[in-house]
Nanobody
């Protein structure tokens, strides 16, 4: 069984930055694609970004492209989301997820999910 634990959320002013981390345990996820999703209050879950197992390929939602950067450290079984130029509309609970095969399709199913970390951006 795989466990994913997110951290790094918090309260930040608009224009600020945060870095989220997601640590995997239970198995090595070096070959797994990892992704970040978010759910804002009253809205459906939204795809944010994904990264292939090697880290060589990434994909972003248009809403975060140019502001967020996804990366991973397979030696630490950890994936990161560096969030810059944050906006109030980025306020959400952020979740990391894993699946065996990389896909840039935001609708594809992910096998493992974390519990989420809250990000709040004040105006």
């Amino acid at each position: 069984q795989v466990q994913l634990v997110e951290s790094g959320g918090g309260l930040v002013q608009a224009g600020g930055s945060l870095r989220l981390s997601c640590v995997a345990s239970g198995r090595t996820l070096g070959s797994y694609a990892m992704a970040w999703f978010r759910r804002a209050p009253g809205k459906e879950r939204e795809f944010v970004s994904t990264i292939i197992g090697s880290g060589a390929i990434t994909y972003y939602a248009d809403s975060v492209k140019g502001r967020f950067v996804i990366s991973r450290d397979n030696a630490k079984n950890t994936v990161y989301l560096q969030m810059n130029s944050l906006k109030p509309e980025d306020t959400a609970v952020y979740y990391c997820a894993a699946r065996p095969i990389y896909s840039s399709n935001p609708q594809v199913r992910y096998d493992y999910w974390g519990q989420g970390t809250q990000v709040t951006v004040s105006s």
